[in-house]
């Protein structure tokens, strides 16, 4: 059975479990938000997201997580409460993030060639070409070298750090994956039109 491991298992048999625990790629240095940013998130309708994500997260309170992650089954997609079934939808996601749900989906093939000279482009650095980096740029890079914008710099320097703080929060608070220390191309090429209307 698919859920043979799942903590309402344990539960039913009386196995009492430790509250689950979120986890996430923690680093010490962040991007940081300058209001000279503002118009380009607003033009790419991210400016709501980009602004709830600068403020402290929310705290959680992880034995409610825990019981929620309980409730879950993955084979309806829905949470089981004793007041009836639940589950989130697309619309909730919007309201919690703040992220457009209309627009052209954020997808698309991924495309190694002339990448160092793309993100010299859009970014306006790149780190030295590694042989064994081939999904992106090195985190700790683009922490160190485009997490701060420097006071009077040119509107077209601004836009290159907006390109690397957004191209930041795609990689490490939207779409999380495994490869903590990369800030993965995939997502690059979408950096270049803030007018796309991306969703």
């Not at 991007?31 to 994500?53: K, N, P, W």
């Not at 749900?101 to 650095?125: F, S």
């Not at 700790?140 to 077209?156: D, H, Q, V």
Request: contains cysteine; hydrophobic residues 40%.
């Amino acid at each position: 059975m698919f859920d043979k491991g799942h903590h309402a298992r344990f539960i039913e048999n009386r196995v009492m479990l430790p509250p689950l625990r979120m986890r996430g790629h923690g680093t010490t240095v962040k991007m940081e938000y300058d209001e000279r940013y503002t118009s380009f998130y607003r033009r790419a309708q991210l400016l709501g997201f980009v602004l709830q994500i600068k403020r402290m997260p929310p705290t959680l309170v992880h034995s409610a997580l825990a019981a929620l992650i309980d409730r879950w089954r993955p084979k309806t997609h829905n949470f089981y409460l004793p007041c009836g079934e639940m589950t989130i939808i697309l619309e909730d996601w919007g309201m919690i993030t703040g992220l457009p749900l209309e627009g052209h989906a954020l997808t698309g093939r991924v495309e190694r060639k002339n990448w160092h000279d793309r993100v010299v482009v859009l970014i306006g650095d790149c780190p030295p070409d590694k042989k064994n980096r081939t999904s992106g740029v090195a985190l700790p890079w683009l922490l160190k070298y485009r997490s701060k914008c420097p006071e009077g710099a040119e509107p077209w320097v601004v836009e290159q750090y907006v390109r690397a703080c957004l191209w930041y929060l795609l990689t490490e608070v939207v779409f999380q994956d495994c490869s903590a220390d990369t800030t993965l191309w995939m997502y690059f090429d979408f950096l270049a039109d803030w007018d796309a209307g991306y969703s």
